[in-house]
């Protein structure tokens, strides 16, 4: 449905060392496809329903020479925008950059829509695939099963008529903050944005000291560091987006079900087990980092013991439907996904994976800043998305510049009063 709107991708850009010849990654892609049965669908409307009918074409392969290092960034920001026709199928493509010099590095960049493909899986798809191009790791058979719809994993009280005395509270719930934040809020509504509304990338990352700190720091503060990257966050677009004004902030943190799911789908299971979760913050001016991240981390943790994020799976389809009809209003400030680190299996040396990012397109109707972050090779790597519309890359930078250095001042000062 919402792809219907605007691309909804998911885009992976894998850097390796050395190539891969383009036919054994057209094998590999297609190996993918038919261990994991929604990778080969096609969508159908059934009513306001949609569902997933066998028969897609395989994975296309688009090959492009690389003009410099950084053309993976101009493939990626337009994969991010460009369709995949899911009544056709297939939910997959992919653009391969060969290395430029004998001995370098190569980029597969992988697009996978949104409906059939969330973030929590994407690792060990890409270890399927790393393993799959190398040619030398056995995977185990494939399961053809098609997974299960979340919901009907739930458990039993978040699941028909005993779910339902919980689903009011936490809509009522929902329209008092909605109420609340529209008194609050200060300043004109910020008009909606014309379609489309392009998606652009940034990247950033803390250095390995840097994130070893940040990490002891949350730790001795009892702040989790999903709470503390949506403080920088936060921070940054109060700051540079709302003039360090104070007022109401929203944000979206994730989560991924796959945990709390009856049984408990492999790690390996490729479909979409996760959902959003929306909260509001009250940002004061001059508003101080570990102040913020502790209250983050507090409404986050309030919610998951509430059973917030079955609730907010279940009305994912309404609120996008409002959403999507309204367009007056921004669904949040800021959006931020922690995936926590990131291995790949051992054993596999060539190719060898050197680096990995992941962007989600975000819409018009969504935050206005986006991020994907992740422990990746001792440090915290993060992917950014933000629209066109919005903001230059001069000034997507600055929010990026100031990310850095909030965390990086965070992890050396600490302290109750920060």
């Not at 990257?229 to 109060?238: K, P």
């Not at 009305?315 to 999507?324: D, E, I, N, S």
Request: proline share 7%; aromatic share 6%; charged share 20%.
């Amino acid at each position: 449905m919402t792809g219907e709107a605007q691309a909804l991708n998911i885009v992976f850009v894998l850097r390796l060392t050395g190539g891969v010849p383009v036919e054994r990654l057209k094998r590999a892609l297609e190996s993918l496809q038919h261990r994991h049965p929604l990778l080969g669908v096609r969508v159908v409307a059934a009513g306001r329903r949609y569902r997933f009918v066998d028969g897609a074409p395989v994975p296309p392969v688009r090959t492009v020479e690389r003009g410099s290092a950084a053309a993976w960034r101009t493939v990626a920001e337009d994969e991010l925008n460009r369709h995949l026709d899911l009544g056709i199928g297939p939910a997959l493509r992919c653009v391969y950059l060969p290395p430029a010099t004998a001995g370098g590095s190569c980029e597969i960049v992988l697009t996978a829509h949104h409906a059939v493909l969330d973030g929590a899986s994407s690792v060990p798809l890409l270890t399927e695939l790393v393993a799959l191009c190398d040619g030398s790791a056995s995977l185990d058979p494939p399961d053809r099963t098609v997974p299960p719809a979340a919901d009907t994993l739930f458990p039993a009280r978040y699941r028909g008529l005993r779910s339902y005395p919980g689903r009011l509270v936490f809509v009522l719930r929902q329209i008092a903050d909605e109420i609340g934040y529209r008194l609050r809020r200060r300043g004109p509504p910020r008009p909606p944005l014309p379609e489309p509304a392009r998606c652009r990338i940034l990247t950033l990352a803390l250095d390995e000291e840097a994130t070893a700190a940040l990490v002891r720091r949350s730790r001795s503060e009892r702040v989790t560091l999903n709470g503390a990257l949506t403080a920088s966050l936060l921070l940054a677009a109060q700051r540079h987006l709302y003039g360090a004004r104070a007022g109401p902030l929203r944000y979206f943190a994730f989560a991924d079900l796959r945990p709390y799911l009856v049984p408990n789908p492999a790690v390996t299971t490729v479909a979409v087990y996760v959902s959003g979760l929306r909260f509001t913050i009250s940002m004061p001016a001059g508003a101080a980092f570990w102040p913020v991240a502790r209250r983050v981390s507090q409404q986050i943790g309030a919610a998951g013991r509430r059973g917030d994020k079955f609730h907010a799976a279940r009305l994912m389809p309404t609120t996008m439907r409002v959403a999507l009809r309204q367009r007056s209003v921004r669904m949040a400030t800021v959006a931020l996904s922690y995936a926590g680190v990131v291995r790949f299996a051992s054993g596999t040396e060539t190719p060898r994976v050197k680096g990995l990012h992941a962007f989600v397109s975000n819409l018009s109707c969504g935050p206005e800043f986006t991020a994907s972050v992740k422990l990746f090779g001792n440090r915290l790597a993060w992917d950014i998305v933000y629209l066109e519309a919005d903001m230059s890359e001069a000034a997507a930078r600055k929010i990026g510049d100031e990310i850095v250095r909030t965390l990086t001042l965070a992890a050396e000062e600490g302290g109750e009063g920060s």
